[in-house]
């Protein structure tokens, strides 16, 4: 069976305790850490910015997956390049056309880190048949992206299983990693249907043994 990556996002937890609770991750076991970034435009929520993330890059070994849910996203790309991010994903919704984004994408990949595509669930996945052969991981949202705690759309699964298919027929080797409402019951299918690694805010926040969870929606418990 495939490695599944388990990324906890660090949507659900307070900013005074984000440095605690990603050292409390790390401990328990995470492959990544998932770092919400909203800027109150693209999203109506407000997170951090990267003077937060700069803590919690001194705060962890583990790779920092930064998901941009910003508007003018390459506005800010430099500020968690230079903060340490491992992956940056940009929204497929925030740029005006393909070219602007193709470019960007380019551009994100060239100062060194690895770059990502995120869709919301209202956009189709055909539309990003252009843009996989420029990352390294494609982000299918399975909430509307803004807050944790939400349920998970099952429509996603679709847009997974199609990725996976696109990817195997065109040889390519980007990752799938899925974010919105997974939680230990709906983990083995959204793993079925292609995902690589999973993102979780709430089903980890507020387990009372995180280790456990994480292994379960890794498919790995008891291991
Ligand atoms: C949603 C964020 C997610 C979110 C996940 O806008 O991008 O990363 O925090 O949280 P859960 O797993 O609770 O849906
Ligand atoms: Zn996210």
């Known amino acids: 069976m495939k490695k599944i990556l388990v990324a906890p996002s660090t949507d659900p937890c307070d900013i005074k305790d984000l440095a605690i609770y990603v050292k409390e991750l790390e401990k328990q076991g995470a492959d990544w850490i998932h770092c919400d970034i909203m800027d109150g435009k693209f999203v109506k929520n407000r997170t951090y910015d990267h003077l937060v993330f700069a803590f919690l890059r001194k705060a962890t070994s583990l790779p920092l997956d930064v998901h941009l849910m910003v ?3 390459m506005n800010v790309v430099d500020n968690y390049v230079k903060y340490g991010a491992n992956s940056i994903t940009v929204h497929y919704e925030a740029f005006h056309d393909i070219i602007e984004l193709i470019t960007a994408l380019q551009e994100i990949r060239r100062k060194g880190v690895k770059v990502g595509i995120s869709i919301k ?17 494609v982000l299918i949202m ?6 944790s705690g939400q349920t998970f759309q099952k429509e996603s699964l679709i847009k997974i299983a199609y990725l996976n298919k696109k990817r195997a027929e065109l040889g390519l080797n980007f990752l799938i990693e899925v974010d919105g409402g997974v939680n230990t ?5 959204i793993a079925v249907s292609g995902a690589d690694v999973l993102v979780s805010g709430s089903a980890i926040f507020n387990s009372n043994d995180r280790r456990q969870t994480m292994q379960i929606l890794r498919g790995r418990e008891g291991e």
């Open 185 to 189: 019951t709906n983990a083995p299918i």
């Open 142 to 147: 399975s909430v509307e992206p803004g807050t």
């Open 71 to 73: 508007e003018n996203p």
């Open 121 to 137: 669930p209202q956009t189709q996945v055909e539309k990003l048949s252009h843009l996989i052969n420029y990352v390294d991981l």
